[in-house]
């Protein structure tokens, strides 16, 4: 019985039902565990192992979400700001999103994990999500989530419609086509430069017209060029403009950068982890997280020199 063979899409279904890729691989190995400790119980006739570890998976998640409050974007949590020069104070009793590193993603799982996409999916009711996960990102009949989640086929569809009406009320989540890999990293090398040259003009001409940027752990988010670019102006006048960049994907494929600040010391340490969202050659979204220990996820130092 191979159960490793799975585990890189437990990992990313496990993500998507928590926002937490740290907690989605905590998941995963209890799960790993539950499966090995009730291998000799395991009925081939009734399910594949694939099957079975899905339902050993959601069961633990759902367990996990009863005790936990949703993770969230600042930009779920009401409207925008229009001062740059409001206090930066971290929100640490909220439980953020966090951003999944494409280093560690299973190649296979690399479909539906976009921040916005499981941002949305965390609105849901637990059993709801799970639900929509399994039928509509990993394709399970309605039968087999059914036995999964210990109910009826009626009940796995009637929540299914519940979950499609909510995510329909927060826009359209459908598939955006991304820009070629070429282009968008064409687009966030652009960026980089001007980021380590602290140029906002040079940021702000990269920017669509209504362009968002969010700053998770601080429940604070910003749209349009003109926001960005003077909050952005007040960074570099706090931080200085010595700073340094390194290009990581994250989600399945967004573009992002690792990003440094000086330290004081003549060298650069670990400062955000930026996820980008691109549409037309221009960046619509930046959620900058401000979370040094995601570095080491990534698999990018926390100082330069």
């Not at 925008?80 to 993603?105: E, G, H, M, Y």
């Not at 909510?166 to 086509?177: F, I």
Request: charged share 25%.
């Amino acid at each position: 019985m191979d159960l490793e063979a799975h585990r890189g899409e437990l990992v990313a279904y496990c993500y998507r039902m928590l926002g937490s890729f740290h907690d989605a691989e905590d998941l995963v190995q209890e799960t790993m565990l539950r499966a090995w400790k009730a291998r000799d119980g395991y009925d081939p006739a009734r399910a594949s192992v694939r099957t079975w570890l899905y339902r050993i998976a959601t069961n633990a998640c759902l367990t996990a979400l009863d005790s936990r409050a949703r993770r969230v974007l600042p930009s779920g949590l009401g409207a925008p700001s229009t001062d740059p020069a409001v206090p930066l104070t971290p929100a640490l009793d909220i439980p953020w999103l966090q951003p999944f590193p494409d280093a560690r993603l299973d190649p296979d799982a690399r479909t539906d994990l976009r921040l916005a996409l499981v941002a949305a999916l965390q609105l849901l009711p637990a059993r709801q999500r799970a639900v929509l996960v399994l039928r509509e990102v990993l394709q399970f009949s309605a039968a087999e989530v059914a036995e999964q989640l210990e109910t009826t086929v009626a009940s796995v569809n009637s929540a299914l419609q519940r979950a499609r009406a909510t995510m329909e009320q927060h826009g359209d989540l459908g598939e955006v086509p991304e820009p070629r890999d070429a282009e968008a990293r064409a687009v966030v090398d652009r960026y980089a430069r001007a980021f380590e040259a602290a140029d906002v003009a040079g940021l702000v001409r990269l920017l669509a017209d209504a362009a968002i940027m969010e700053m998770p752990p601080v429940p604070l988010w910003y749209r349009g060029r003109e926001h960005y670019g003077l909050f952005m102006a007040r960074v570099f006048a706090m931080r200085g403009a010595d700073w340094g960049t390194r290009f990581v994907t994250a989600n399945g494929g967004q573009p992002a950068l690792a990003t440094y600040a000086a330290d004081g010391a003549g060298g650069l340490r670990a400062h955000s982890l930026q996820v980008f969202t691109l549409a037309d050659g221009l960046i619509t979204g930046n959620v900058v997280f401000a979370d040094p220990t995601l570095f080491e996820a990534f698999g990018v130092p926390e100082r330069l020199s």
